[in-house]
């Protein structure tokens, strides 16, 4: 990715994406992984690959595996005519070169010459052993852009994501773009712009543009995926159909890493991701629920309303001085704040959910920054004026402490000013040490950790 793409969009806030269930994800991934495990294989089926990328929200078109010809019959009555037949195969991951496709199926009759002649196909090319039956799906209509999404290991940069035009002809048109994982919805655009496809998908010669907003979030949470499981060796969505109604992946790929590589030994991500293992959740003084996590881009508009929240008192405390709404919620001040390198930095928010329909707040910010070259790293705190005396400002000031400890840190150091008072009584009770700077007019607080 050029450059001033990326520092472009560096200042851009994305938009927030929901990865369908977050943890619960995460444990429908690592299930359907593990089973593979337990039959020894590092290919999964088709059918298992797409129950991958449902699992992290991307939309699939419905499969079904039939073992007998009978039952897909059975499978494509249900679903509807047409359908489309596909290989089912623990073995062979290229359908085509088998001839184990067909689709646009109209009837029961032509379901049945389908299953027929994948099974002798199959048979033929690769060996009975390799056909295992069919999936059965219907065939989509819809006026779109067949595309590619996937992943692959480079031997320097480790996971590498890939987008570009797909479809049988994906070899010859090589029109492709590469990113670096993490995304967000800013950086999955960037990544689509690079492509000839791109322009098409805006809408050209009266066809409509196809649903991009869609297909952002479905890249977001495609590399979510890629993330959080790194026994994935490699990835192809091909088909990925884009239209304007909006985006659906018909056939997929996955492969993982040699079970006796240890996973330790696995590659790891050029760029830190999101370190979702430092989300607490927190209860109040007064019952109210809170969510104690690391900061991300899309906390923009939030931080904007938090900014507003504050008073002058609390601005004072917080940064020495007096600085004005203005400079404190510019949006490229908060686009450095919100868009923060892990490795260098760690910031945790407190948000509130204001209702179960309605957006979140942003009750507290907490921020840990590492020093060069040292183990060390300053800290600072600043509680919304509403919800102060809550207990908040010392469940974010010992979150930083736990940060601090798994990032295997040595000393914490903040700087308070003399007359903030509450601050220092707060890092006594957490067995910080105070020293008053004279010269300076501050007081140090430092814990050996």
């Known amino acids: 990715m050029a450059l001033h793409l990326s520092l472009r969009g560096l200042y851009e806030t994305p938009a927030l ?12 991934a690592d299930g359907i992984i593990q089973g593979t495990r337990q039959a020894g294989r590092t290919q999964l089926t088709e059918f298992e690959s797409k ?13 079904r595996v039939a073992s007998s010809e009978e039952e897909a019959v059975q ?16 073995t062979i991951t290229h359908k085509t070169d088998v001839d184990g496709v067909k689709l ?18 199959v048979e033929a090319r690769a060996g009975r052993g ?32 890939l987008f570009g035009s797909g479809g049988q002809l994906v070899e010859v048109y090589r029109d492709r773009a590469l990113a670096l994982p993490p995304l967000n919805t800013t950086l999955a655009r960037r990544m689509m712009e690079q492509t000839h496809i791109y322009r098409a998908m805006e809408g050209v010669r009266g066809r409509k543009p196809v649903d991009l907003e869609a297909l952002e979030q479905a890249l977001v949470r495609f590399c ?22 909006g985006a659906i992946a018909l056939d997929a790929r996955v492969i993982l890493h040699p079970w006796n590589t240890a996973d330790d030994a696995l590659p790891v991500l050029a760029i830190r991701p999101y370190p979702i293992q430092y989300t607490f959740p927190f209860q109040a003084k007064d019952g109210s629920a809170f969510s104690i996590r690391p900061i991300r881009p899309e906390d923009e508009p939030a931080m904007v309303s938090f900014h507003r929240g ?16 203005g400079r404190r919620v510019e949006h490229e001040r908060l686009a450095r704040i919100c868009f923060v390198d892990y490795d260098r930095e760690i910031a945790l928010v407190a948000d509130r959910k204001n ?21 060390e790293a300053e800290i600072a705190l600043v509680v919304s004026d509403k919800f102060q005396h809550r207990g908040l400002g010392t469940a974010m000031w010992q979150r930083l402490v736990d940060v601090g400890r798994a990032e295997q840190l040595r000393r914490l150091t903040a700087t308070i000013l003399p007359e903030n008072y509450e601050m220092q009584r707060l890092c006594e009770k957490l067995g910080f040490r105070l020293k008053r700077d004279t010269g300076e007019g501050t007081v140090t607080a430092t814990l050996d950790i």
């Open 17 to 28: 994406v929901a990865v369908a269930g977050d943890q619960r994800a995460r444990r429908l």
């Open 51 to 63: 129950e991958l990328l449902r699992a992290y929200g991307i939309p699939v078109v419905d499969t």
């Open 75 to 90: 499978l494509a009555a249900a679903i509807g005519f047409p359908v489309v037949l596909k290989l089912h195969s623990e």
């Open 104 to 121: 646009n199926l109209a009837d029961e009759q032509a379901a049945r010459r389908a299953f027929r002649e994948i099974e002798s196909s």
């Open 130 to 161: 390799h056909f295992r039956g069919v999936t059965v799906q219907p065939m989509v209509r819809r006026e779109g852009y067949e595309i590619v999404v996937g992943s692959s290991v480079d031997a320097q940069f480790g996971p590498v994501l």
């Open 224 to 245: 979510q995926m890629i993330v959080e499981q790194p026994r994935i060796r490699e990835v192809d969505v091909n088909p990925f159909l884009v239209s304007p109604e």
């Open 310 to 325: 504050l008073s002058e008192h609390s601005v004072y405390m917080r940064y020495f001085h007096a600085l004005s709404l």
């Open 355 to 375: 209702s179960p329909d309605a957006g979140y707040e942003i009750a507290a910010v907490a921020r840990l920054t590492k020093l060069p070259d040292a183990r």
